[in-house]
Nanobody, 125 residues
Framework: QVQLVESGGGLVQAGGSLRLSCAAS????????MGWFRQAPGKEREFVAV????????YSAASVKGRFTISGDNAKNTVYLQMKSLKPEDTAVYYC??????????????????WGQGTQVTVSS
């Protein structure tokens, strides 16, 4: 089992910044990658960014590329999502997730085995 705890959400004005953290514990060595997803009210959960534990390769959704940066600290088993130039449409609950299968779709929700409880990000206009 892997336990994930997100933090760092809050209320920010458009154009502002936030940094989300996701601390992993338990059998973290069993996971291939960590992803960030978000879900706005009435919408499906969508992919934001992902990082592989080994090698640190990253990939981001087109909607956040250039504004959001995912990074990881292996020693702390923690993944971060630095968000800049935030827009009202970024408002959502942000979740971190861990996937074990290295060959599964990195942007799809279903392959992710473990999920955090989510942290709310609200961007006011």
């Amino acid at each position: 089992q892997v336990q994930l705890v997100e933090s760092g959400g809050g209320l920010v004005q458009a154009g502002g910044s936030l940094r989300l953290s996701c601390a992993a514990s338990g059998r973290t060595f069993s996971s291939d990658r960590m992803g960030w997803f978000r879900q706005a009210p009435g919408k499906e959960r969508e992919f934001v960014a992902v990082i592989r534990w080994s090698g640190g390769a990253t990939y981001s959704a087109a909607s956040v590329k250039g504004r959001f940066t995912i990074s990881g600290d292996n020693a702390k088993n923690t993944v971060y999502l630095q968000m800049k130039s935030l827009k009202p449409e970024d408002t959502a609950v942000y979740y971190c997730a861990a996937a074990r299968d290295p060959y599964s779709d990195i942007t799809n929700v279903r392959p992710y085995d473990y999920w955090g409880q989510g942290t709310q990000v609200t961007v006011s206009s």
